[in-house]
Each structure stands twice: as structure tokens, then as C-alpha cells.
């Protein structure tokens, strides 16, 4: 080991330690990174005392921590976890690409309980984001200290820190400087090897789970080969040295890469495009679509928000609401806009952008691109003409979530940005002292422009009042003045010594870490989704058949609700509710007829209600018990002392139940209920139908006793399978093709890469 490739390890302690001070209610505390004071507010769990309603953070007790769980508990057991039996009626797990199911990192939640793999795996994808950051950077020439500061300012920005909860958006986000690396190195010196590098990186991104922010990286990722090529192409003009055919063996390779990508990512990648043909989600694109989703960007006016990170509030804090609001005037937030990557961040960025010209080390060559990165980001971010070129021309794009997302590459661009401005501080030659002042001009100009603007992007201006936002000026104003002196004495020639180029990478860290702790909200292991004797009870009775909570709505300020969406899942129990971005149209159709109207509250489009439920319907459905907080006119009430009644259906038929021909119902006889395997015994003396209240999709297999049988549609999205008289157990399995087609090509992909690594390792040692 190289003492470069030493000192450059001594890195990993700094960004651990960064890390853990982040969440230290988790390393220290005996914490769980998990949300759960949230479900305060539904029962059986509601208490007075309830922390500020966040209702992205919620996602992660509401959807991540019931899913994780579940996989967990699956591959514990030797099964794949392919399909999710307790929401929706049955529906595909592994459909919707957040399941992350083959992300290798998920592994933690395999190894640890989940309520404690959380935080880790937090930390973990913190500590790899400013690793891999690093890594990038020295790859550009750059000094160990700048490496360092754009490691911290990239996996520590205030996007990062927003969407920490929601464990997808970090374990993808955290590959982009990798997947860079590669790209750089692949334009450089093209060879099989390192083709297989970049195809192999970019296939993790895609398995890490969010595919909106796996499209951004990919993005970034073209840019930069083209930029490269573009580059090369300048610097062979000017020289005598020319290569044959340059750009086509290196957009080959590229372009291989990406097929490398995708069977890599297929086992995951297929059954998620499957789903999201016939999703909720699949509708075509056009004006109207375009208008609702550019609605939803960014405000211009809340560039504010570089300077001041809780200008429109923090919804973590009690007594400091939120009051952003997007484009379109509508609800936002935090998150969805989150742009803060720290004052001296943005000092040292624009610093870089003015010396891109100046004579210096090689990293000055890509300043242009990692501007204009950082532009397209904030033109995504902000709603402008360019996301039409993504939303009706990149197929699937319109279904993705809002586009301040894109402030991913925001936050990125900052950070290297910021890394070349401190390099060019401490080792150019010249004293920059101009540049310097300039850099300082145009940071402190922005920030009173935008503060003028800010009321612009509030939902209501009365939350601005001048002694909330006057409280954090006195602290950003003196961040401003502090990072500009240390910026300034550096550029006049102070430069020597370890405490001088410490100073800015210290600001930085110090920064991040003011802005950051507190946001993500923290629980106690036994507040997240504790036992209670009316779930148990429930549980017991309702066995194989279905529960219904009937809830009304979901509110931004707050929900009333009882057992929500998902939650079920931690308990076992099979709930006709469900809560997931991609879920099969069909099943969207019936909820809305058997809640006899819109069953999707206004707010949240993604999740399901029984709000005035149809009996008929709900036992077609394979409902036994409904629960709810209101009185309904239903026999069977048992009240509940966790603050709802349970109603028992009588001469409900349940999950499963068979007829003859001749209109007799007849025990069906359960021996496997398993999430992918089902088999039911039924005796009958004439011809029957078995039905079964699982939600019809492809990749469903039925046989009776060893002969396949066709799977037929009953009340338009169960199952149900014909067989003749006599006593016979129908099986059911989800082997679903579009899943072992992927695994194929992954397993290909692999095999193909190790032979082409002998083949490099032999060729070398012959060499």
C-alpha cells in the first residue's frame, strides 16, 4: 500500500466520525432511525403529545420500515421476497423498484434487526457518499484536503440530509461520484475492464432503488462522456498526437456498459417496467400532465434558501411550520426543494467558476462541466422549458416524483465545485485576491436579492415574520463574513501551514453538521409499531382472511386514521388498504368502486381507502373484520380499548371458499399461505370454482393436484380456478417470467464479466 493510498484511508475515520455525530441519537442513544413518534397520530398508537407532522419523513415508518421488515423476515426464511400478500390485495414486492430487494447494501437488513439497521445503514451510505466523493476528486488531481471538504459538502448537503428517512434516495445518490470515477477513467484509457466497472457501478445504482435519482446519475454520467470526449478531441486538434477512430470505441464501450447495467439491474429493472405498464401511474403524457408536474417544482424565489436553510421554516422544529410552496402556489415540502450545501460551499464554487480559465492543475478542465451541471439542475429544479425535453421524451419520465429532486446534481456540482475553488486557493501560484473579491461580491449580492424575493415562494407570508427570519440572519450573516475572510487572507497568500487548510474543510464539516442534526426524527425501538392486545386479538381471529380499516382522508396538517396503510404489515395481517407508488391499476378501479368514490385521498395519490365501503364488495375482497373509529351501521360490534371498534361480518365467506355448479358453498380447507405459494384442499361431489381473493397479475401459476390449470378473473380481480368433482389441492406459485428473465441476464452478465477478468489476468501474467 502506497503512503498516498495510507493518508488517503485516514479520510474514512473523518467521514465516520462526521456521520455518526449526525445521528448520534442512534450511535449514542440507543435510538432507532425511524420516525415512529409519528404514528402519535393514528391509532391504536394516537397520543396527545405528537412532534410536528412531516409527511414525506412519515414515509419512512408508513412504508420503508413495514417493507424492510417484511424482506427481512423472508429472506430469513430461504424465500425471495417476489410478492406482498398483506396490502392491496396481494401485489408485486419486487414490481416496485424500492423494495430494493437485490441492493447488496440491504444486506444489513437482513443481519440486524431493522429498527437498528436503519441507522447503519445510514451511516454506512453517508460514509460511502464522501468516500466515493473523494475518491472522484483525487482522480481529478486534486490535494487531499479538497478531496476531503467536496466529500463532506456532497454527502452532508443539506439534499442528502433531507432525505435521509427515505433510505432509497441516499443508497442511490451515494454512487454518483463512483459512477463518475468510472466514466473518467473509461474516456481516458478505453479497455474491457474498465467497461465492466462502470456497467457494473451503474447496475448497483439501479438496484439501490430509486430510479428517478439512478436516471439523474445516469444523466451526469453522459454528460460527462461527452464533455470528456469533447475535450479530448479540442487537446488532439491541438497537437500532433491523433488517435484512430477515438470517440466510436469510446461510445461503444459506453454504450455496452449500459447493456452491462441492465442485466445486472434486470431481476429488480424488469418486473418494475412491468408494473409500471399497467400501474396507477400509466397514463399517457401530455399538456395538462406536464402542467401538474412543473407546478410541483422548485419556487425561483426560494434561492433564498442557499443562505438560509429555514427560511420558510423546518418542519422537524414545533413552532416553526414549514411554509414553502412549490411553482404553482400549492403545499411543499422541505425536502422537495432543498438546495442548502453551506456558505462556504458557495463562496469556494463561485470562486472556481471564476478562475476556470486561470492556469492550474487539471481539474480545471471540467469547472465548465460541473457548472453547468449545477445549472441544468436548477432549471430542472425550478420548472423551466428543460424538463419538457425530459417529461414527453424520455419514456416513463412522467411518472417520476417532483422535479426538485434534481437537486441532486445540485448538490454535487456544488461540492466539486467548491473542492476545485479550495485547490485553486491553496496551490496556485498566483495570490487570487481579485477573483477572490469577486467570488465575495456576487455570493453577497445573491443573498440580498434573494432575501427580497423569498416572501415570493410562501404558502401564506404571515409565516414570514420579521423575528423568525431576523433570528437566523445574525448566524448566516457571520457564517458569510467568517468563510469570506478565510477565503480572502487564503487567496493573499496565507497558505502555509496545516491550520489554514484545515480551517475551510472544518467550516464546511461545522456547517453541514449545524443544519443537520435534528432534522430526521428519532424513536425509542418500542415506540415503533408496538403490540396491542386489540392487534393481537385480531390477528388470532382473522387468521387467513382479510381486515379493512375504513378511513376517510389524510391531511398535510395531520391524519386521523386507524392501522393506515402498510402498517398491517408488521402484524401479518392482510389489509385491503395500500400505500406504494406502484400498484396495479386494477386494483385502483375496484378500491374506487367499493369505497364508492375516489378511494385515493387528494393529498397522497399513492395510497387506497375504504372510505365508504360497499360490504358486498369488501367480502368479495375476503374481508372478516372492519375496523373503525367512527360508529357505522354494521352488526358485530366489538369496541376496542385502543380507540376504534372492530366489526365482525357475519356469514362472511372469507379469503377462500368454493361453489359447486349447483350453487353450493363449501369449505376451503387451507395447507400452505405462504406470500408465493398458496394450496388449498377442497372435496366436493360435482364440478367446482375455487375462489380465491388474491389480486389476479401475471406471474401467477395453478395447479390441481399435479395438472396446470388456467388461472381465471373473478369480480374482476381475484382469481379462481375450475376443477371436477372429487377431493383435489390447488396449489398456486408466483414464478413470474419477467423476474427469472432478469436473473438470467444478471447471472450472464456475471459470467461474462469473470471471464473477461481471467482472460485480462491471464493475458497479463503471460505478459
Known amino acids: 500500500m502506497t503512503e498516498s493510498v495510507r493518508r488517503s484511508l485516514l479520510t474514512i475515520p473523518l467521514f465516520l466520525l462526521l456521520a455518526c455525530l449526525l445521528l448520534w441519537p442512534v450511535v449514542f442513544g440507543g435510538q432507532a432511525f425511524v420516525p415512529a413518534t409519528l404514528l402519535r397520530y393514528v391509532a391504536p398508537w394516537e397520543q396527545a403529545a405528537k412532534p410536528p407532522w412531516n409527511p414525506l419523513m412519515y414515509d419512512s415508518v408508513g412504508q420503508f420500515y413495514p417493507w424492510r ?328 419520465f412522467g411518472q417520476s416524483g417532483s422535479p426538485g429532486r434534481s437537486l441532486i446534481l445540485w448538490s454535487f456540482a456544488l461540492a466539486a465545485l467548491a473542492a476545485i475553488g479550495f485547490e485553486k486557493l491553496i496551490h496556485d501560484g498566483a495570490t487570487p485576491i481579485k477573483a477572490a473579491l469577486v467570488a465575495v461580491g456576487l455570493v453577497a449580492a445573491l443573498f440580498a436579492v434573494t432575501l427580497v424575493t423569498g416572501p415570493l415562494a410562501s404558502i401564506d407570508p404571515r409565516y414570514l415574520a420579521s423575528e423568525r427570519v431576523l433570528g437566523h440572519l445574525p448566524r448566516q450573516g457571520g457564517l458569510l463574513l467568517l468563510s469570506a475572510g478565510i477565503m480572502l487572507a487564503l487567496a493573499s497568500g496565507m497558505r502555509r501551514g496545516t491550520l489554514w487548510t484545515s480551517l475551510p474543510v472544518a467550516l464546511v464539516a461545522v456547517d453541514m453538521l449545524t443544519v443537520g442534526i435534528g432534522y430526521n426524527l428519532t424513536a425509542s425501538p418500542a415506540e415503533i409499531y408496538p403490540e396491542r392486545a386489540s392487534l393481537a386479538e385480531l390477528g388470532a381471529k382473522a387468521g387467513h382472511d382479510r381486515i379493512m380499516p375504513v378511513n376517510q382522508g389524510w391531511s398535510f ?101 368454493a361453489t359447486t355448479d349447483d350453487g353450493r358453498v363449501l369449505p376451503a380447507i387451507w395447507l400452505e399461505d405462504d406470500p408465493t405459494r398458496v394450496s388449498i384442499r377442497v372435496e366436493s361431489p360435482t364440478p367446482t370454482t375455487l375462489y380465491l381473493a388474491d389480486q389476479f397479475y401475471a406471474g401467477w401459476h395453478a395447479h390441481v393436484d399435479e395438472s396446470a390449470a388456467d388461472i381465471l378473473r373473478a369480480n374482476t380481480v381475484f382469481r379462481a380456478v375450475r376443477f371436477p368433482a372429487g377431493s383435489h389441492i390447488v396449489r398456486f406459485a408466483y414464478v413470474p417470467a419477467a423476474f427469472r428473465f432478469g436473473q438470467y441476464l444478471a447471472f450472464l452478465a456475471a459470467g461474462i464479466a469473470s471471464a473477461c477478468l481471467c482472460t485480462v489476468s491471464i493475458n497479463r501474467k503471460r505478459g
Open 69 to 396: 421488515h417484511f424482506a427481512s423476515e423472508e429472506l430469513r426464511a430461504g424465500r425471495i421476497p417476489l410478492w406482498n400478500p398483506y396490502q392491496f390485495c396481494g401485489t408485486p414486492f419486487v414490481g416496485n423498484s424500492q423494495s430494493a430487494v437485490f441492493y447488496p447494501g440491504n444486506l444489513l437488513y437482513w443481519l440486524l434487526p431493522t429498527a437498528q439497521a436503519a441507522g447503519w445503514n445510514v451511516i454506512l451510505h453517508l460514509c460511502m457518499a464522501a468516500g466515493f466523493m473523494f475518491a472522484f476528486l483525487r482522480s481529478l488531481g486534486l490535494s487531499r484536503p479538497s478531496a476531503g471538504l467536496g466529500g463532506i459538502a456532497f454527502a452532508f448537503s443539506g439534499w442528502q440530509v433531507s432525505w435521509l428517512a427515505l433510505p432509497t434516495f441516499l443508497c442511490t445518490s451515494c454512487w454518483l461520484p463512483l459512477v463518475l470515477l468510472c466514466v473518467r477513467r473509461l474516456i481516458e484509457l478505453p479497455n474491457g475492464r474498465r467497461c465492466i466497472a462502470l456497467g457494473a457501478a451503474l447496475g448497483i445504482t439501479l438496484l439501490a432503488g430509486h430510479l428517478q435519482i439512478a436516471f439523474y446519475v445516469a444523466l451526469a454520467a453522459l454528460l460527462l462522456a461527452c464533455w470528456m470526449m469533447v475535450e479530448l478531441r479540442r487537446v488532439q486538434a491541438d497537437s500532433s498526437k491523433r488517435e484512430s477512430q477515438p470517440s466510436l470505441r469510446r461510445i461503444a464501450l459506453i454504450g455496452l456498459s449500459l447493456v452491462i447495467a441492465g442485466m445486472v439491474a434486470a431481476p429488480q429493472l424488469l418486473p418494475s417496467l412491468e408494473l409500471s405498464r399497467s400501474s396507477h401511474r400509466a397514463i399517457p403524457v401530455s399538456a395538462q400532465g406536464y402542467a401538474a408536474y412543473t407546478a410541483y417544482a422548485v419556487h425561483p424565489a426560494a434561492l433564498v434558501t442557499l443562505f438560509l436553510s429555514e427560511y420558510y421554516g423546518n418542519p422537524t422544529e414545533p413552532g416553526n411550520p414549514y411554509a414553502g410552496a412549490s411553482r404553482g402556489g400549492m403545499y411543499f415540502n422541505y425536502a422537495e426543494g432543498a438546495m442548502y450545501a453551506g456558505m462556504p460551499t458557495l463562496l469556494l464554487a463561485a470562486f472556481a467558476l471564476i478562475r476556470r480559465r486561470q492556469p492550474g492543475r487539471k481539474p480545471g478542465r471540467l469547472t465548465g462541466y460541473f457548472g453547468l451541471l449545477a445549472l441544468l439542475s436548477l432549471l430542472m429544479a425550478t420548472g423551466t422549458i428543460v424538463d419538457a425535453l425530459f417529461y414527453f421524451y424520455v419514456p416513463g
Open 557 to 657: 396538517a395531520g391524519p386521523s386514521a386507524i392501522l393506515p396503510p402498510n402498517g398491517a404489515m408488521v402484524f401479518g395481517l392482510r389489509d385491503v388498504q395500500g400505500y406504494d407508488s406502484l400498484f396495479p391499476g386494477q386494483y385502483k378501479t375496484f378500491m374506487n368502486e367499493l369505497a364508492g368514490g375516489e378511494a385515493s385521498p387528494r393529498e397522497v395519490g399513492n395510497m387506497v381507502f375504504a372510505r365508504n365501503p360497499l360490504i358486498s364488495l369488501a367480502t368479495q375482497a375476503g374481508v372478516r373484520f372492519v375496523l373503525s373509529r367512527k360508529v357505522l351501521p354494521l352488526p358485530g360490534a366489538a369496541p376496542t380499548a385502543d380507540g376504534y371498534t372492530r366489526y365482525d361480518l357475519p356469514g362472511a365467506t372469507g379469503r377462500a371458499y
